[in-house]
């Protein structure tokens, strides 16, 4: 006589199964083109059949990332990566190498600096911090894609500016974060950082570096009201004005532009206004400009 199965083995059987279903290769949605997108299954669906089995199943779609990294060729698979990586995520939030690792791979450059998959990158690095908003890789992750990517550069420069106070972050990221202020055209929250960096400082050193900042984005601000001044002139002459003494003289600059430093103030080519002390613009990189330059990612 056949002895019944107890209820454990029966369990066990029952999860062995589903598990086989679940850890096959997953299935593709119906291709609207070449390529067919990864068709996954919904969280709930996992946390139900799979209840107890999380991080079993997290370490399954994590190898899905790293699996769809290593075989992708154009964007459209680099785009595969973020919803393998948005699973694993939901799975197990804490899986804290996932965000980095997935973010930093999905941007992929079409040519001529037009990049795609940007969004799905920044998005799981913000679903990232809410879990450790802490984490300063993150953080400066971030901030790139909000710069380099989005043009964002005054949530840009919040976020760094968040980032330059975690313990072990380096000393690049506060000045960085006043030049993305002075970007975003919020000069007075980049002063208002760097004066208060300068009184802070533990050193000599690093109290000069941030005064410099103070007189950098003080010149900054009057190069702006110089600029501001030349587009009213160019409103109503129809051309840039030949020189700042030309605004003065016509009232469109109601006073002298004050260079700390010492120096005057000059019209380029361009017909942008520069400072005779400082040879830059508190910039970020740009096609149009030639200022301060993240770091790029390799470019595939």
């Keep these: 006589m056949r002895s019944r199965t107890s209820l454990p083995a029966l369990l066990v059987g029952i999860f062995s199964l589903t598990a086989l279903v679940l850890l096959a290769a997953p299935p593709r949605k119906p291709p609207r083109g070449p390529h067919q997108e990864p068709l996954l299954p919904r969280q ?6 799979g209840h107890g089995y999380q991080q079993l199943l997290s370490d399954y779609y994590w190898l899905q990332v790293v699996q769809a990294t290593g075989s992708a060729f154009d964007a459209a698979e680099y785009r595969d990566i973020y919803p393998y990586a948005e699973l694993t995520t939901d799975l197990d939030p804490k ?6 690792f ?8 079409l040519g001529r600096e037009t990049w795609v998959n940007t969004e799905e990158s920044t998005r799981l690095l913000r679903k990232g911090l809410k879990t450790f908003p802490d984490n300063l890789k993150l953080h400066i992750l971030l901030a790139y894609n909000l710069s380099a990517f989005h043009k964002q550069y005054k949530e840009a420069a ?3 500016e968040r ?24 000069v007075d929250a980049g002063l208002a950082l760097a004066r208060s960096l300068a009184d802070s400082a533990e050193d000599e ?13 003080e010149i900054e ?21 030949p020189d700042v003494d030309t605004l003065l003289w016509l009232g469109f600059l109601d006073t002298p532009p004050y260079d700390p430093k010492g120096g005057g103030f000059v019209i380029g080519s361009d017909e ?23 770091a790029m990612p390799m470019e595939r």
């Excluded at 899986?95 to 980095?100: A, E, H, K």
């Excluded at 050193?205 to 984005?217: A, G």
Aim: charged share 20%; aromatic share 10%.
């Design 102 to 109: 997935a973010a930093g791979a999905l941007p992929t450059n």
């Design 272 to 294: 942008r206004a520069y400072s005779e002390t400082q040879q830059r613009r508190l910039e970020v990189f740009t096609p149009d400009n030639r200022g301060y330059q993240w």
């Design 44 to 49: 709930e669906l996992l946390r139900m059949v």
């Design 205 to 217: 050193e690093t109290r000069e570096i941030f005064q410099q900042r103070v007189r950098d984005l």
């Design 221 to 241: 601000a009057e190069l702006r009201r110089v600029e501001a001044s030349i587009g009213q002139f160019r409103q109503e002459f129809g051309v840039a004005p």
């Design 95 to 100: 899986f804290s190498s996932v965000y980095p």
């Design 163 to 186: 980032a330059s106070k975690l313990p072990g972050a380096p000393g690049y990221l506060a000045p960085l974060a006043t030049r993305l202020y002075a970007q975003s055209g919020s």
């Design 158 to 160: 919040q976020v760094l």
